[in-house]
């Protein structure tokens, strides 16, 4: 009977935009409240901050996203492409720097020969792709699918201390929004940490702290605002 471990790489890509959406989306949206209510402003002008730091955020993440994965995808296809050029023209000097590189992991150079000849009988572009240059298929960039992910993340994330902002107001409002966003964020960060197979504990207390330092600092942004008016 063969034994399977389950392994957790395959959920990096949309693991990555998840998380970093909602925590943003939690992060920059309470901070935003918590300075402009830290500047006296009305209950009103609050919520409205609020909302057009949800939609603003939501639509920048998305296309950062996208950007930036295009541009990763975009190498990673240049770079296969200088490969199969490659392939086509010197085929057997790329089966022998395959079989360099199975050298370099402990395989034996008559053993390494014979593996780097039969994978490029194979597919010798995939194997370039994965040995050579780096590139899997299971973690591949995915543009669409992480510019989504990364915005519906923020949107729920930003929209947790704006309800709470919604339902609280006057001298409550920034205690209870930094409190309760900073449950949201260790909770975020734990469950992250669990999926991804990293410490719980860690996971939590680091986004709590960043999340607590953004917060503080966007409360001393309006304070001193309401000071200067």
Do not use: C
């Not at 034994?3 to 959920?11: D, L, P, V, Y």
């Not at 050029?85 to 150079?109: D, H």
């Not at 260790?186 to 999340?211: E, K, P, Q």
């Amino acid at each position: 009977m063969i034994h399977s471990e389950i392994h957790r790489s395959h959920r990096v890509g949309w693991l990555r935009a998840a998380v970093l959406g909602a925590n943003d989306g939690i992060v920059s949206t309470a901070s935003l409240i918590i300075g402009v209510a830290a500047a006296n402003t009305a209950h009103e002008g609050i919520l409205l901050a609020g909302v057009a730091g949800l939609a603003a955020g939501a639509m920048s993440m998305a296309a950062g996203e996208y950007v930036s994965v295009s541009s990763q995808s975009d190498t990673e296809n240049a770079d296969l492409a200088i490969e199969k050029k490659s392939l086509e023209q010197n085929f057997e000097s790329e089966t022998a720097e395959l079989a360099k590189i199975y050298e370099g992991r402990g395989l034996k150079p008559i053993l390494a020969k014979q593996v780097a000849e039969q994978l490029m009988a194979h597919d010798a572009l995939g194997a370039h792709a994965r040995d050579d240059i780096g590139i899997s298929e299971r973690v591949s960039p995915q543009p669409i699918q992480a510019a989504f992910s990364s915005a519906g993340a923020f949107t729920l994330g930003a929209a947790l201390p704006l309800v709470v902002a919604w339902f609280v107001s006057g001298t409550l409002l920034i205690p209870v929004v930094a409190a309760l966003s900073l449950l949201f964020l260790a909770v975020l960060g734990g469950a992250a940490a669990r999926v991804g197979g990293a410490s719980i504990t860690m996971g939590a207390s680091r986004v709590a702290f960043w999340g607590a330092l953004a917060m503080v600092l966007t409360a001393v942004v309006g304070g001193l605002f309401d000071v200067i008016a």
